[in-house]
């Protein structure tokens, strides 16, 4: 759950994320609580200022889904939900999850609702895998010459 220190390392000195936006793409797979559900309602309010996740912010929940199916990798392996949560920067990613984002776009502090957000993540979250990607990034990012240049993905 909380990830290998020099992965993590590398990705922060990786240069291809030193500008633009990222999305994180997260593979859970949930405790059987209602844990981690209270703590992304927490999360989503802390990056966007709202409880909602419908429009109005750069930052939060694109996409969530609890539809998964694999059709590769390990089967003995489920996750639960996969969502993408997207950051204006690299250090507001590393901002956010050191705990060192103490107010949102409003400049409202929300350090009361995260004060225990955390710990609701680690109670509720049994597995996670994340992956980092470069939103809206260079034209090679995706080999279909035809289709959508958006995405570039690190894994």
């Not at 998964?68 to 920067?89: A, C, E, H, K």
């Not at 080999?143 to 995405?151: E, N």
Request: hydrophobic share 35%; net charge neutral.
């Amino acid at each position: 759950i909380m990830g290998e220190p020099q992965r993590f390392m590398q990705f922060v000195q990786d240069e291809r994320f030193q500008q633009g936006k990222i999305w994180m793409l997260n593979l859970l797979k949930m405790e059987k609580n209602d844990y981690y559900k209270e703590y992304g309602v927490r999360a989503q309010a802390h990056l966007t200022g709202k409880i909602s996740s419908s429009g109005g912010s750069d930052q939060g929940m694109q996409l969530v889904s609890d539809k998964i199916f694999s059709l590769t990798g390990n089967p003995d392996l489920q996750y639960d939900t996969v969502g993408v949560m997207q950051y204006r920067s690299r250090q507001s990613f590393l901002d956010y999850v050191s705990g060192s984002r103490a107010n949102n776009a409003s400049g409202k502090d929300k350090n009361s609702a995260m004060s225990d957000g955390f710990t609701l993540r680690t109670a509720g979250l049994a597995t996670q895998g994340l992956i980092a990607m470069l939103v809206e990034s260079d034209s090679d990012s995706i080999s279909d010459p035809d289709g959508p240049k958006l995405i570039k993905s690190r894994i």
